[in-house]
């Protein structure tokens, strides 16, 4: 920031506001959803993993 003109720093610094970055984890959220969509899959394990291939990762899972 040093190298910035005096203007460009000053309005820099005038409308600068500090950021937070918030990540929840909700534990059996995706499960959920899909249960709320898809009434059929209440009784049964889900696992929510991308389509289209023979392996993948696993998003989340019912437990």
Excluded at 19 to 47: C, G, M, Q, W
Aim: without cysteine.
């Amino acid at each position: 920031m040093a190298s910035l003109p005096q203007t460009t720093r000053s309005i820099f610094l005038k409308y600068h506001r500090p950021r937070t970055v918030v990540h929840l984890n909700i534990a059996d959220f995706a499960v959920a959803v899909e249960r709320r969509v898809d009434s059929r899959l209440k009784d049964y394990p889900v696992i929510i993993a991308p389509g289209g291939s023979a392996r993948a990762v696993v998003y989340d899972m019912s437990e």
